[in-house]
Structures are given as structure tokens and as C-alpha cells.
């Protein structure tokens, strides 16, 4: 897949989440209980179009699985299981929270990834962008310093990503909460924003993305 995914992306160096260049950006956790969180995820579907992404899901947050994410990853913090299922293959923007964020890929998909030491004066630039694949029965960690949005697909169906934060993160936040900074978009959720991204400039979200909204190209055969 990822050499097809090379071929087909010639503007993007597509590397693996197990390569040497993706700790800057995390680390594959390969203890994860894969095998249980596949098995609840299948109660979910992928949208038609769009993504559909819940922060906390009831089914996924079974107290041994929560509490094995808890106490292995979050050193006892209280997490939250969810997931976002869907068709996305653009960047659209990247977000960044106060605490590592757990991947687990139900199917393949690709990252966009940048760096928050690349943010200036509350803009990045697309060219310090790093495309990373991720195989189906993968779970990553990505560090609180990564730069990141939903996964891009990699074929027609789309993809489904399990996702897991810090409990809280993604929930709505009061304007008078979020101060003088302009990234602040949700609780725990910094965001800039890609003006291409219409539902993120029509709620208010920081035009933070230069350049142009990378898209991943994937094969149809």
C-alpha cells in the first residue's frame, strides 16, 4: 500500500509510522489491545460524505479498556474513547491539545502531520508538512507537540480511526473561556484553520494554513 500510496502522491515523501522520522511526532504503541476496540468499532459506520467524529462513545469506553488506556498511557488521568469514521482526504487544518492523542486504525489511512515549533505568529506553513501511513491494526500516540487533523483516506470506503484524548477535549467552550488567544478553538482544542475549510471559517476558526490544502490521492483498482 504505502509504495502505491508513493506513487500516487509524488508532492508528498508518504512514510511509515514505524520509520525513524516519526518520533518527532510519536510512536507506535504496540501493546494496544487491538483486538477488542476492532471488535466494538464495528458498531460504527462511515458516513456517506464528510467525516462524522464523537468524541466519547459509550461502547468503546468499556471500564477494562478505559482503564488499561488510563493507567498505561495517561499515568492515571481520566481519558476519553472515541472515534471519527469517514471520506476526508484533505488537510482542512491542524490541531494541537494539552496531552498526547491515541490513533487506532480500524483501517489504513494517512496523517498530515506538522510541528507546533512551526507555528508563526499563529500560522504554519504547508511545506513543513510530513505524510505518515498508518496500517489497519495500528495504534499510535502523538505527542502533544504534533500537529494534526482527521485522517485522509485511502480508498473508496473511507476510514474508520479510533480517538483517544484526555477527558474533556473537543467539548464546546465559552467565548468568554477562551481569552486573547486566537487558536483556541474548543476545550483543549487549538486550531488553524485552512480558508479552503468552509464549516471551520464559518464558525469563527483561525485562517492559520498557508499554502495549499494537500490533498492525498489514492489508487482505484
Known amino acids: 500500500m504505502i509504495e502505491v ?18 518520533r518527532t511526532y510519536g510512536k507506535v504503541l504496540s501493546d494496544f489491545p487491538y483486538e477488542q476496540m476492532a471488535e466494538v468499532m464495528k458498531q460504527t ?16 469506553e468499556a471500564e477494562s479498556l478505559k482503564a488499561f488506556v488510563e493507567n498505561s498511557y495517561y499515568g492515571g488521568m481520566p481519558v476519553q474513547i472515541g472515534y471519527c469514521n469517514g471520506k476526508n482526504s484533505a488537510l482542512g487544518g491542524l490541531e494541537f491539545h494539552k496531552g498526547s492523542e491515541i490513533n487506532v486504525a480500524i483501517t489504513d489511512f494517512v496523517l498530515l502531520l506538522g510541528h507546533t515549533n512551526d507555528i508563526t505568529n499563529h500560522t504554519y506553513d504547508v511545506k513543513n508538512i510530513k505524510a505518515f501511513y498508518v496500517p489497519e491494526g495500528t495504534a499510535i500516540e502523538m505527542f502533544q507537540t504534533t500537529l494534526h487533523l482527521a485522517p485522509c483516506k485511502v480508498s473508496d470506503e473511507g476510514f474508520k480511526c479510533t480517538v483517544i484524548l484526555p477527558e474533556g477535549t473537543n467539548t464546546p467552550l465559552e467565548d468568554a473561556q477562551k481569552g ?21 471559517m464559518s464558525l469563527g476558526a483561525h485562517k492559520g494554513i ?12
Request: glycine share 2%; net charge negative; proline share 7%.
Open 5 to 22: 500510496l508513493r506513487e500516487v502522491n509524488p508532492h508528498l515523501h508518504v512514510q511509515s509510522v514505524d520509520s525513524e522520522a516519526f
Open 45 to 60: 459506520e462511515i458516513p456517506e460524505q464528510g467525516n462524522q467524529y464523537d468524541p466519547s462513545k459509550e461502547e468503546l
Open 180 to 200: 486573547q488567544d486566537p487558536l483556541l478553538f474548543m476545550k483543549n482544542k487549538w486550531l488553524l484553520a485552512h480558508p479552503e475549510h468552509e464549516r471551520f
Open 210 to 221: 498557508v499554502g495549499e490544502n494537500i490533498t492525498i490521492a489514492y489508487s482505484k483498482e
